[in-house]
């Protein structure tokens, strides 16, 4: 059987992931397999390629999954930071992180259930192979999100108190969610979709290569209703197709260079006006390409939870 440890740590990295820890740093738990409802009073470690299932723990201190490993945990609290490394995942339900959540470039996901974190961070790819996800359910993010890579859905009453920045992602997806600050979608690979939800800040969508969809009755996606844009909405250099349905926006819609041009409904209302290209630029770009309707990503973050749940039983309890 494989020897679990506590080990104390007087300086270096661990796994590429942490700063170089003081000499009089505190013990810092390897966890591989399952664990209970127990303290664990110092940093937390999952060792590369292992996986950890915990429920019901407190973690007084750091929490660190490297390379390839898995974290999986249910009504735990965490008091300080959690960071993953390359192929690393981690999955929380109802659960409380204090600090921020990073994952690493090439990092395979962050799954966040009826959870609350500090800020959240996806590194770009990279010259990585792994796309990494972020997927939020009825989640409380106290900070911003900032993502540079791969899929992004916030969903069912998620709620960023601070802004959300997507860049060079493969798609940012908001749904019947909150975010207190500016919405930011650049360079998406396959668009975005903002259904159901209230932004309180400035929205931005530029150089997306993909669809923009505020609002139903759009090619991506299935929507009940539009938005609230608390600020001004803009929407430009869009490739993919760009419409507009059912929001209200309490600020200015500024709708120019997309290809084709923008799909404005009438039901939307807007406090301060539309800015839109002239008559003959929009009729230079009536053709719309075919958008391909968004399918259920969920399925890998459920098919690894699966995964590293059955590896850390069938590794027994760990020593915390």
Same mark, same amino acid.
């Given at each position: 059987?494989?020897?679990?440890?506590?080990?104390?740590?007087?300086?270096?990295?661990?796994?590429?992931?942490?700063?170089?820890?003081?000499?009089?740093?505190?013990?810092?738990?390897?966890?591989?397999?399952? %664990? *209970?409802?127990?303290?664990?009073?110092?940093?937390? @470690?999952?060792?590369?390629?292992?996986?950890?299932?915990?429920?019901?723990?407190?973690?007084?201190?750091?929490?660190? $999954?490297?390379? =390839?490993?898995?974290?999986?945990?249910? *009504?735990?609290?965490?008091?300080?930071?959690?960071?993953?490394?390359?192929?690393? @995942?981690?999955?929380?339900?109802?659960?409380?992180?204090?600090?921020?959540?990073?994952?690493?470039?090439?990092?395979?996901?962050? @799954?966040?259930? +009826?959870?609350? #974190?500090?800020?959240?961070?996806?590194?770009?790819? *990279?010259?990585?192979?792994?796309?990494?996800?972020?997927?939020?359910?009825?989640?409380?993010?106290?900070?911003?999100?900032?993502?540079?890579?791969?899929?992004?859905?916030?969903?069912?009453?998620?709620? !960023?108190?601070?802004? !959300?920045?997507?860049?060079?992602?493969? @798609?940012?997806? !908001?749904?019947?969610?909150? $975010? +207190? *600050?500016?919405?930011?979608?650049?360079?998406?690979? #396959? %668009?975005?979709?903002?259904? =159901?939800?209230?932004?309180?800040?400035?929205?931005?969508?530029?150089?997306?290569?993909?669809?923009?969809?505020? =609002?139903?009755?759009?090619?991506?996606?299935?929507?009940?209703?539009?938005?609230?844009? %608390?600020?001004?909405?803009?929407?430009?250099?869009?490739?993919? =197709?760009? #419409?507009?349905? +059912?929001?209200?926006?309490? %600020?200015?819609?500024?709708?120019?260079?997309?290809?084709?041009?923008?799909?404005?409904?009438?039901?939307?209302?807007?406090?301060?006006?539309?800015?839109?290209?002239?008559?003959?630029?929009?009729?230079?770009?009536?053709?719309?390409?075919?958008?391909?309707?968004?399918?259920?990503?969920?399925?890998?973050?459920?098919?690894?939870?699966?995964?590293?749940?059955?590896?850390?039983?069938?590794?027994?309890?760990?020593?915390?």
């Amino acid at each position: 059987m494989r020897k679990r440890l506590s080990l104390v740590v007087a300086a270096g990295v661990l796994a590429g992931l942490t700063p170089a820890v003081p000499a009089s740093a505190a013990l810092v738990t390897h966890c591989i397999g399952t %664990g *209970g409802a127990v303290t664990v009073p110092n940093d937390l @470690y999952v060792p590369a390629g292992e996986s950890c299932s915990l429920t019901g723990t407190i973690v007084t201190g750091n929490v660190s $999954v490297a390379a =390839g490993g898995n974290l999986v945990v249910a *009504g735990g609290k965490f008091s300080g930071d959690v960071r993953i490394a390359g192929n690393g @995942y981690f999955d929380a339900s109802d659960t409380e992180v204090t600090g921020p959540v990073v994952l690493a470039a090439g990092g395979y996901g962050v @799954y966040l259930r +009826d959870a609350a #974190t500090g800020a959240v961070t996806v590194r770009a790819k *990279g010259a990585t192979t792994v796309d990494s996800f972020l997927f939020t359910e009825s989640a409380t993010v106290t900070g911003s999100v900032n993502v540079q890579a791969g899929e992004v859905r916030l969903d069912k009453n998620t709620s !960023v108190t601070g802004n !959300v920045t997507s860049t060079g992602t493969y @798609y940012t997806d !908001v749904h019947d969610s909150f $975010v +207190d *600050g500016t919405l930011s979608v650049l360079n998406s690979g #396959t %668009g975005s979709v903002v259904c =159901g939800s209230s932004i309180r800040g400035k929205a931005t969508f530029a150089g997306n290569l993909g669809a923009v969809q505020l =609002g139903p009755n759009g090619p991506l996606d299935s929507c009940a209703s539009g938005g609230f844009w %608390g600020k001004d909405v803009s929407v430009t250099s869009t490739t993919g =197709g760009v #419409t507009i349905d +059912d929001n209200i926006i309490d %600020g200015a819609l500024t709708a120019t260079g997309n290809t084709p041009a923008a799909q404005i409904a009438d039901n939307n209302r807007i406090r301060r006006g539309v800015v839109t290209d002239p008559p003959a630029a929009a009729a230079r770009s009536a053709a719309r390409p075919a958008a391909q309707p968004r399918t259920d990503d969920t399925a890998k973050a459920d098919e690894r939870r699966t995964d590293a749940v059955q590896e850390a039983v069938a590794a027994g309890p760990a020593d915390l």
